[in-house]
Structure formats: C-alpha cells, structure tokens
C-alpha cells in the first residue's frame, strides 16, 4: 500500500494573510476553515500523520450459483467494466437440460399457440385443451407434426 | 383455451428460469474498476457461501474489485489532536511513490 502523509492546509484566508507578512489572524467566523499557516513559527499543521490511500468502492465479487469455474478472464490488475463478465462457471449441464427439454418445449409452444389462436376465433376446441394433462403433454408433443397439422385443421374449419 | 393459454406461460417460465440458471453462472462486474486480488483459479469449485478453508469474509469471492477513480486516506489520529478535527477540512496528502 502507498504510505501518504497528511498535513494540514491553510484556507484563502490564512494563505492572503501570509502573504502579506502578517501572522494569521484566527477568527471564531473562519476557525472552522482555516486548520494551520505553515510556515509561520508559531502555524503548525493540526496534525501530520501517516495512512493509507484505499478505494472508496471495493468489493469481494462472489458467485451466485455454485460450480467449477471454466474460465477467469482477469488478472490482478485488470480493467473491469460495469456489467463485463469476468468469470464463467461450467454449465453443460443446464445447456444438456434444456437441449433435452427444447423439442418438447417448442412442440407445446405451437400446439399450445395454435389451439389459443384457434380458441380465440370461437372454434370449439374442447379436445386439445382436454388433452393438456401433463402426461399426454409428452406424447403430444412427440407428435407436433401431426398436431400442428389438426390444430390447423380446426383453424380453418373456424 | 385456458389450459392451452396456461401451457404457453408456462412453457415461457420453464424458458425464463433456464435462462437466469445459465446468466447466473456468468460473473459479472458489480462497477467500473479494477481488479486487485484474485482469489479463485480456473478449475476451482466454488460456491456463493464460501469454501471450506477459506476466510469467512470471503465467503466465495473469486475476486476484489475497486473503483479507483474514488480514493480515501485512512489514518490514526491522537486523541490530541481529534478535537481540532472538522468536517471539510483541507489537507494535504503527499504519496511517497509520486513525488
């Protein structure tokens, strides 16, 4: 860490006065602002001390889900912008879990859209809505060709 | 056309959540800044709470982030001098490395 020293200023006021030669007139009005004239004999700096010069904002970037992480794209020293994704955590599995889900998903989807549309022109369609139980969900969908091709048989129909 | 209604939002959830699964395996930048400590390597297992061995404090950051366009001076004052201190102060702050 850097040291830093701290030494206390002078406001306009005490620096005006000492360049006029004079000593610095310590006021109740401007005590608040003026800390020390350095300089001076007698003005010395309330305080001289050492530190630390630190961030502000800092903060210990943690991950929300856990795993093993694939990639860190930083080192010490990198520039990071707001919202950049500086580390990724393996995630095939959740890519295999939704591969496997996305024929069914997408099969539902447009059946489902097209029995809504059909519904909505006051067809009536009792059957497929019957048949959204959760089971028949996956046989339906396994059939999506055929379904799509009644669902649009009822559309024209209406 | 309830049901068939139902289905479709339920279909768009099922979408949603697998989504926020896989955006919650990127780790982003909370702010602008830089990086000043690496805590975590690729290959590590790591979770939200933390690995065993690891400082509670750090409860599963894989990195520190500061935004060094906002710098404080942190220092020791003596009780001597703490009751000449007031807000909005001047001071003077010297960096041995900058001089």
Known sequence: MLGAAAAACVSVRARACRTNGARPRWTSRTRHQVVASPGGSTALPVLVATGYVVARHSSDVGVKTGGRLASLKFEEGTRVRKGEVIAEIEHADIDGAARGRAPRRRGSRSAAGADARAARRGSPQRGSAARAGEGRHHDRCRRSPRRKSAAAGVVGRA | ?99
């Open chain 2, 1 to 99: 056309m309830k049901s068939a209604e139902a289905a479709i939002a339920s279909a768009r959830a099922r979408v949603r959540v697998t989504e926020e699964a896989i955006e919650n395996t990127n780790v982003r930048a909370p702010f602008d800044g830089v990086v000043i400590k690496k805590r975590a390597e690729v290959g590590e297992t790591v979770s939200p709470f933390g690995v065993a061995g690891q400082a509670s404090r750090e409860g599963g950051a894989i990195a520190t982030i500061a935004d060094l366009a906002e710098l404080e001076v942190q220092t020791e004052v003596s009780e001597n001098t703490v009751a000449k201190l007031v807000g909005a102060m001047p001071a003077e702050v010297k960096l041995q490395a900058y001089r």
